[in-house]
C-alpha cells in the first residue's frame, strides 16, 4: 500500500516570510515528485516536480527531494495572501505517466 | 485550449439511481485518469487509460463503478446503483507523455456528486 503523509495544517504563516511544507512517502519506487496547489472548490494545479535528489527552484519556490528519506518539501519564498491553499504532494513510479498518490494535503494560510 | 473538460459540474441524485460523469481530454493527451476526492480519503485514483486502453483500474472501489473510453475526445465513469458514500468529487485529468520523469497531469473542474 502506497502512502503519502501530510500535516494537514492549518500552518499558517505572516506575509513575506518561508512556508515550509513537507512529505514523507512509503513506496522506495517512486520515480517523480509533484506539488500540486487547490484552492477551495478548484482542481488541483502543478506548481513543481522533482525527479533528483536535491534542490529544484522556480521562482518563489524550492522543491527538495531526498530519497534515501523518503522526504519531499516544499519551500514558498516572500510568501504572499495568494499563496493561500491546500498544496498536495503527489508521487509517481512512472514519471507521471501513471497514476498520482497523493497525499492530503497542507492546509496553508498566509496572513497579511 | 479549453483544458480538460467535465459534466455535469453538480450532480444530485437518489440512491440506487445511476450517475454517468463524462469528460473530454486536452486535444492530444495519450492518458486519461479518474480521481475521486473526499475529505476523509483525500484524492485517490480511480482508473487510468492510456491510448483509450484501461491501464490500471485497481482503484475502482467496487463492481458498482465502471469507466469507459470509447475514443480519444471522451470518456465516462457509471456509477450503478449509486450510494451516499459514493458523494464526492470526481475529477478527470489528462496527460501528454513526453518524458520519463516530468509529465503533468491537467486536472478538469470536477463533478461534485452527492448521493442522497
Known amino acids: 500500500q502506497k502512502e503519502v503523509e501530510q500535516n494537514s495544517g492549518p500552518l499558517s504563516v505572516p506575509e513575506g516570510a518561508i512556508a515550509s511544507l513537507n512529505c514523507t512517502y512509503s513506496d522506495r519506487g517512486s520515480q517523480s515528485f509533484f506539488w500540486y496547489r487547490q484552492y477551495s472548490g478548484k482542481s488541483p494545479e502543478l506548481i513543481m516536480f522533482i525527479y533528483s535528489n536535491g534542490d529544484k527552484e522556480d521562482g518563489r519556490f524550492t522543491a527538495q527531494l531526498n530519497k534515501a528519506s523518503q522526504y519531499v518539501s516544499l519551500l514558498i519564498r516572500d510568501s504572499q495572501p495568494s499563496d493561500s491553499a491546500t498544496y498536495l504532494c503527489a508521487v509517481s513510479e512512472g514519471g507521471g505517466a501513471d497514476g498520482l498518490t497523493f497525499g492530503k494535503g497542507t492546509h496553508l494560510i498566509i496572513q497579511p | 485550449d479549453a483544458g480538460v473538460i467535465q459534466s455535469p459540474r453538480h450532480e444530485v441524485t437518489e440512491m440506487g439511481q445511476e450517475v454517468t460523469l463524462r469528460c473530454k481530454p486536452i486535444s492530444g493527451h495519450d492518458y486519461l485518469f479518474w480521481y475521486r476526492q473526499t475529505m476523509m480519503r483525500g484524492l485517490e485514483l480511480l482508473i487510468y487509460?492510456?491510448?483509450?486502453?484501461?491501464?490500471?483500474d485497481s482503484g475502482m472501489p467496487e463492481d458498482r463503478f465502471s469507466a469507459k473510453m470509447p475514443n480519444a475526445s471522451f470518456s465516462t465513469l457509471k456509477i450503478q446503483p449509486s450510494e451516499p458514500r459514493d458523494s464526492a468529487v470526481y475529477f478527470c485529468a489528462s496527460s501528454l507523455v513526453i518524458g520519463s520523469y516530468n509529465n503533468e497531469q491537467f486536472f478538469g473542474p470536477g463533478t461534485r456528486l452527492t448521493v442522497l
Open positions: 487509460f492510456n491510448n483509450n486502453v484501461p491501464i490500471d
